[in-house]
């Protein structure tokens, strides 16, 4: 068998759906996915086998206008790094945005800088629109960058997924397979298991607070009836952040160890002990080892 592989870059702005299409393509949940802008803070790599490709499809974070803190230039910068690094870029642009949008301009003129090649567009969340809105959309959207193909599709519901991953395994150049055929993530388990606190965090907290908090996991034991002991810190920034984070009388604290307890006992198919620590680290925006572990630049 020729083996075929590509790295394929999801770019686009916060929101537009980036992760949800990876886990969506991969059939597994690799990256976390809120309703929230900028959720995602680092690459994640979903694997997906089709016929004889390998694809890495490359989740990135939201790219947004003139990022200001440290953390939000490292994420933007981690995002424009991934589709210089990519064989083809998938720009998504939500469906009930115009096709002259602020945030979507701001990509496309992204991409006209690094004068990118193999460019692809997925008009993504067509669940939420009039079929008939479409075309113009797309025909705006082609006249403002020459994408080499458009796509329609809602990664939510998977409809037009197929397509996509259909052509990019077609057009992806012969060569080997770049992780094991059994790979779904490039994720280690322990970081995927504090981004999913991180999710559950971001639901359960509200206003500045879930981008104002980090979540590290400190210790993974397993034990010999298969359960796991996983130790985790959330790290804010005041102590007014650490009651929001605990809430009254424990509240919050409990409800997110309760469902991130919940998920990742899906994730491992094994009971989980899920404990959970809050601490004041007034700096960690500006600690280079949390910036290390996420592949993050922290000089950017
Ligand atoms: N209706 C609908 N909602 C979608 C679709 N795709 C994503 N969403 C929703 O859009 C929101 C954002 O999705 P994400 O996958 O987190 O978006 P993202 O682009 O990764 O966002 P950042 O990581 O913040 O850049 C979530 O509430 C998703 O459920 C879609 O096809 N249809
Ligand atoms: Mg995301």
């Not at 995002?79 to 720009?91: G, K, S, T």
């Amino acid at each position: 068998m020729t083996t075929r592989s590509a790295v394929v870059a999801l770019a686009g702005p916060p929101n537009s759906g980036k992760s949800t299409l990876v886990n969506r393509a991969v059939g597994a949940k690799v990256s976390i996915v809120t309703h929230k802008v900028q959720t995602t803070r680092t690459r994640v790599r979903g694997i997906v086998l089709r016929d004889a490709a390998q694809l890495i499809l490359v989740d990135t974070p939201g790219i947004f206008v003139s990022p200001k803190r440290r953390l939000e230039r490292a994420m933007v910068g981690a995002a424009w790094n991934a589709v210089e690094d990519a064989d083809f870029v998938v720009v998504l642009h939500d469906a009930r945005r115009a096709a002259g949008d602020a945030q979507t301009a701001l990509v496309i003129e992204g991409l006209k800088e690094r004068r990118c090649r193999r460019v692809l567009l997925a008009i993504n969340k067509i669940d939420e629109v009039k079929r008939d809105s479409l075309l113009a959309l797309a025909q705006e959207l082609t006249a403002a960058y020459s994408f080499e193909r458009v796509f329609m599709i809602s990664a939510l519901t998977g409809d037009g997924v197929e397509d996509l991953l259909d052509w990019l395994a077609a057009a992806a150049p012969e060569g080997p397979w770049l992780y094991p055929e059994d790979d779904i993530s490039d994720l280690p388990q322990r970081l995927l298991a504090a981004e999913i606190t991180r999710e559950k965090l971001f639901l359960h907290l509200h206003d500045e607070l879930p981008y104002a908090l980090t979540v590290e996991t400190e210790a993974w034991e397993s034990f010999r009836d298969g359960s796991v002991k996983i130790t985790q810190t959330i790290y804010v920034q005041r102590e007014a952040h650490k009651r929001m984070a605990i809430g009254a009388k424990g509240a919050t604290i409990r409800k997110v160890r309760e469902v991130a307890q919940r998920e990742l006992e899906e994730i491992l198919e094994t009971r989980v002990h899920l404990f959970l620590f809050v601490k004041v680290r007034e700096r960690w925006v500006d600690d280079p080892e949390r910036y290390r572990e996420w592949g993050l630049d922290f000089e950017g």
